[in-house]
């Protein structure tokens, strides 16, 4: 961007840091490198989508610098977007995606990672991502900081404002970001009827998040498993909500983890719960502004042929108070 030249940036997607290992924020190296022409190229889709006509990626791909080992991104029709893993090109090295070049997409073996999410697919919350990632993202990325600080990095997050604005996007955002292990869990499907079984999932949820740390542990509506104890009326709430205190803030240390919590009605969580060491940190997602909202509209049209007398920016200014479920809801 003009307002960026002569200060020695560099703006890359999330494709661009995953296949470099960068993060927001790092010391790079640019190298001008030469890319020759590809005369083959083979593909992997990410994740269980459907494999796509091999001439129809290549249509979307032209132009592109590959190596193998990395992602590429093809944008479909509608705002989908689908990720590949470029297993193998001709020649080696880097080369350049051209009219002539031969395309293969093979079918993956089911263990390639689905699409990333990036922060550029979240829109409307910069401040927010700002601040999450200042309380996640540098305490795992960067331990060594807090250690030279002598100070304990946050352990957890609330997240809360109304549905759809976004707290599970950031969430995944984050994990993919930081390139932590993701473990998301909805509070409904921890309750059990039965005697301790609700109390022994939470434990090895926790237990599988702390073997695989650095780790993310997003608990989406965490009102249903952790209300004010003193309004509960059965007791396995009660026994849920004492289990989660204890995960949290327990004798045992919790290592890199960290919990987030998404909640549409955080005034009916027990306070036991919103004190520093267990959620150190609330951060409100509220509902986008003009900008905010413009910026979801770009994000869900980037693949939609649109017609010459659709103006987002139109749209975005008739639009108040849509979050960015409903304006997803209204490109579909």
Same mark, same amino acid.
């Given at each position: 961007?003009?307002?960026?030249?002569?200060?020695?940036?560099?703006?890359?997607?999330?494709?661009?840091?995953?296949?470099?290992?960068?993060?927001?924020?790092?010391?790079?190296?640019?190298?001008?490198?030469?890319?020759?022409?590809?005369?083959?190229?083979?593909?992997?889709?990410?994740?269980?989508?459907?494999?796509?006509?091999?001439?129809?990626?290549?249509?979307?791909?032209?132009?592109?610098?590959?190596?193998?080992?990395?992602?590429?991104?093809?944008?479909?029709?509608?705002?989908?977007?689908?990720?590949?893993?470029?297993?193998?090109?001709?020649?080696?090295?880097?080369?350049?995606?051209?009219?002539?070049?031969?395309?293969?997409?093979?079918?993956?073996?089911?263990?390639?990672?689905?699409?990333?999410?990036?922060?550029?697919?979240?829109?409307?919350?910069?401040?927010?991502?700002?601040?999450?990632?200042?309380?996640?993202?540098?305490?795992?990325?960067?331990?060594?900081?807090?250690?030279?600080?002598?100070?304990?990095?946050?352990?957890?997050?609330?997240?809360?404002?109304?549905?759809?604005?976004?707290?599970?996007?950031?969430?995944?955002?984050?994990?993919?970001?930081?390139?932590?292990?993701?473990?998301?869990?909805?509070?409904?499907?921890?309750?059990?009827?039965?005697?301790?079984?609700?109390?022994?999932?939470?434990?090895?949820?926790?237990?599988?998040?702390?073997?695989?740390?650095?780790?993310?542990?997003?608990?989406?509506?965490?009102?249903?498993?952790?209300?004010?104890?003193?309004?509960?009326?059965?007791?396995?709430?009660?026994?849920?909500? %004492?289990?989660?205190?204890?995960?949290?803030?327990?004798?045992?240390?919790?290592?890199?983890?960290?919990?987030?919590?998404?909640?549409?009605?955080?005034?009916?969580?027990?306070? %036991?719960?919103?004190?520093?060491?267990?959620?150190?940190?609330?951060?409100?997602?509220?509902?986008?502004?003009?900008?905010?909202?413009?910026?979801?509209?770009?994000?869900?049209?980037?693949?939609?042929?649109?017609?010459?007398?659709?103006?987002? %920016?139109?749209?975005?200014?008739?639009?108040?108070?849509?979050?960015?479920?409903?304006?997803?809801?209204?490109?579909?």
């Amino acid at each position: 961007f003009m307002e960026d030249r002569g200060k020695g940036l560099v703006h890359m997607d999330g494709i661009l840091r995953g296949n470099t290992g960068m993060g927001v924020g790092d010391r790079v190296t640019v190298a001008a490198s030469a890319a020759r022409p590809a005369m083959r190229v083979v593909l992997v889709p990410a994740g269980a989508g459907p494999v796509r006509e091999a001439d129809y990626v290549a249509h979307l791909i032209e132009g592109l610098p590959l190596l193998a080992g990395n992602r590429v991104r093809a944008t479909l029709v509608g705002s989908r977007a689908q990720d590949f893993l470029v297993k193998a090109t001709e020649p080696t090295g880097p080369v350049l995606v051209q009219s002539s070049t031969v395309i293969r997409i093979e079918r993956g073996e089911g263990n390639a990672s689905p699409s990333r999410v990036a922060y550029e697919d979240v829109g409307g919350l910069h401040r927010e991502i700002q601040r999450i990632r200042e309380m996640i993202e540098f305490p795992l990325r960067y331990p060594e900081v807090f250690e030279r600080l002598g100070i304990e990095p946050p352990r957890g997050v609330l997240l809360h404002g109304l549905p759809g604005t976004g707290k599970t996007l950031i969430a995944r955002a984050i994990a993919n970001e930081t390139e932590a292990s993701f473990f998301s869990i909805n509070g409904p499907e921890i309750v059990n009827k039965f005697y301790g079984e609700s109390e022994a999932r939470l434990r090895d949820i926790f237990e599988q998040a702390k073997k695989k740390a650095p780790s993310i542990l997003f608990i989406d509506e965490i009102d249903a498993i952790a209300p004010k104890r003193e309004k509960v009326v059965g007791d396995v709430e009660k026994r849920i909500v %004492a289990q989660l205190l204890a995960l949290m803030d327990g004798l045992e240390d919790r290592g890199r983890l960290v919990v987030i919590g998404a909640t549409n009605i955080p005034d009916v969580l027990d306070p %036991a719960l919103r004190r520093p060491g267990r959620f150190d940190r609330e951060i409100a997602i509220g509902v986008p502004n003009q900008q905010g909202r413009l910026e979801i509209l770009d994000i869900h049209t980037r693949g939609m042929p649109l017609a010459q007398d659709v103006s987002v %920016a139109q749209v975005s200014e008739i639009t108040h108070g849509f979050v960015g479920a409903d304006l997803e809801a209204l490109c579909r």
